[in-house]
């Protein structure tokens, strides 16, 4: 059972391949840089199973955030 279900998820996920425009070189490092550094602020919260939670919550946060600020940082990701 376990190997169908997988099967049919690999083929549904293969059904979207090459709908969406491949990201910038600005965006994945804007994601890679604001995932570590929302990462690292989010691992000075919390405590116990909170302080994994708030790390990862803080990773989630900066990645987004890098990813949309990462265009905008660098020149040749801007279309004239």
Known sequence: ????????????LTAC???FP??????LIGAA???AAGGIVGWQ???????ILATAVGATIGASAGYLAGPLL???DQAV
């Open 1 to 12: 059972m376990r190997l169908v279900l997988l099967v049919a998820a690999a083929v549904s």
């Open 45 to 51: 919260f919390g405590g116990g199973i909170g302080h």
């Open 17 to 19: 391949q090459g709908q």
């Open 74 to 76: 660098l020149p040749s």
């Open 22 to 27: 491949k990201p910038s070189t600005g965006s």
């Open 33 to 35: 840089i604001g995932g």
